[in-house]
């Protein structure tokens, strides 16, 4: 059975940062590319970013380039995102997904497992 558990959400001001983790109870973790989406109140779901099985291989929502940075920690089963510079307009929900495979999918319905996610608020 697949879990993550993200962890790290809470409430900062604009211009802070914070830490995401997604810390994941897979036996193969190097065999599985993960991803980041978040969720406003009233909006759908909407990828953020997302890592590669090896780490090499980075993607990012054109809305968090330059500010938000994926990475993973295969020894400790687990992936993060480090966001810097927010933006009350990053305020949602964040979740982890993983996906078996090499390339990391930027769409929600080609992620396998979901954590149950965290709350990241941002205040003006």
């Known amino acids: 059975q697949v879990q993550l558990v993200e962890s790290g959400g809470g409430l900062v001001q604009a211009g802070g940062s914070l830490r995401l983790s997604c810390a994941a109870s897979?036996?193969?973790?190097?065999?599985?590319?993960m991803g980041w989406f978040r969720q406003a109140p009233g909006k759908e779901r909407e990828f953020v970013a997302a890592?590669?099985?090896?780490?090499?291989?980075?993607t990012y929502a054109d809305s968090v380039k330059g500010r938000f940075t994926i990475s993973r920690d295969s020894a400790k089963n687990t992936v993060y995102l480090q966001m810097n510079s927010l933006k009350p307009e990053d305020t949602a929900v964040y979740y982890c997904?993983?996906?078996?495979?090499?390339?990391?999918?930027?769409?929600?319905?080609?992620?396998?497992?979901w954590g149950q996610g965290t709350q990241v608020t941002v205040s003006s």
């Open positions: 890592i590669g099985w090896s780490g090499g291989s980075t």
């Open positions: 997904a993983a996906k078996r495979g090499v390339v990391p999918p930027t769409q929600s319905w080609e992620y396998d497992y």
């Open positions: 897979i036996r193969t973790f190097s065999s599985y590319s």
